[in-house]
């Protein structure tokens, strides 16, 4: 059997991935264990890796290099994957963790502030109610400025479609005052 098919076998044959599996266990942890200093992520990662195994068995080609050359440029993307997941929890950690305490005069703004927010959130909450078909048109019209025919052709759909789904959508959020002044005409 092709060595590319072998590897492409290792998806589908839990025999084949478990051979794979133990021939190269220990050269992936030991990839791993040189860039990683912590015995639980070593762990995490090296399962992480032959998770990715199955998913990308069918991109080795065995002209470009060994099975231990394609094993370690998926462990590398693994391990690069980790490092900007780290790096994002990290700098979202140091965000947070900088933060002042809100004083009194802090929370009246924030208030001032949600309260004034209000009607925005009541057009969000309602967009997010209406019907997918009547949304998309709605947006296209309204946020992005197209005419009715123009969205007919962005989604696909007859003029006439359209403009009955502008009409539900529009009917639907009559009441709210933010929504009817942007969408006259």
């Given at each position: 059997?092709?060595?590319?098919?072998?590897?492409?076998?290792?998806?589908?044959?839990?025999?084949?991935?478990?051979?794979?599996?133990?021939?190269?266990?220990?050269?992936?942890?030991?990839?791993?264990?040189?860039?990683?200093?912590?015995?639980?992520?070593?762990?995490?990662?090296?399962?992480?890796?032959?998770?990715?195994?199955?998913?990308?068995?069918?991109?080795?080609?065995?002209?470009?290099?060994?099975?231990?050359?394609?094993?370690?440029?998926?462990?590398?993307?693994?391990?690069?994957?980790?490092?900007?997941?780290?790096?994002?929890?990290?700098?979202?950690?140091?965000?947070?963790?900088?933060?002042?305490?809100?004083?009194?005069?802090?929370l009246v703004r924030l208030e001032e502030r949600i309260d004034a927010g209000r009607?925005?959130?009541?057009?969000?909450?309602?967009?997010a109610d209406l019907p997918e078909g009547e949304r998309a048109v709605l947006e296209l019209v309204v946020v992005d400025q197209l005419t009715v025919a123009?969205?007919?052709?962005?989604?696909?759909?007859?003029?006439?479609?359209?403009?009955?789904?502008?009409?539900?959508?529009?009917?639907?959020?009559?009441?709210?005052?933010?929504?009817?002044?942007?969408?006259?005409?």
């Amino acid at each position: 059997m092709p060595v590319r098919r072998k590897q492409a076998g290792i998806a589908r044959d839990p025999a084949a991935f478990e051979a794979f599996y133990r021939r190269h266990v220990d050269a992936v942890t030991r990839f791993i264990a040189r860039r990683v200093d912590d015995p639980h992520t070593v762990a995490d990662l090296v399962a992480e890796v032959f998770m990715a195994v199955l998913d990308s068995a069918h991109t080795y080609r065995p002209g470009l290099g060994t099975e231990i050359a394609w094993l370690y440029g998926v462990a590398r993307n693994t391990l690069s994957a980790e490092r900007r997941r780290a790096f994002k929890e990290g700098r979202l950690a140091s965000r947070l963790g900088g933060r002042r305490v809100l004083d009194a005069d802090d929370l009246v703004r924030l208030e001032e502030r949600i309260d004034a927010g209000r009607a925005a959130r009541e057009v969000l909450a309602a967009l997010a109610d209406l019907p997918e078909g009547e949304r998309a048109v709605l947006e296209l019209v309204v946020v992005d400025q197209l005419t009715v025919a123009e969205a007919a052709v962005a989604l696909g759909i007859r003029q006439g479609t359209a403009k009955v789904r502008l009409h539900r959508a529009r009917r639907t959020l009559r009441g709210l005052p933010l929504v009817m002044e942007g969408m006259a005409g």
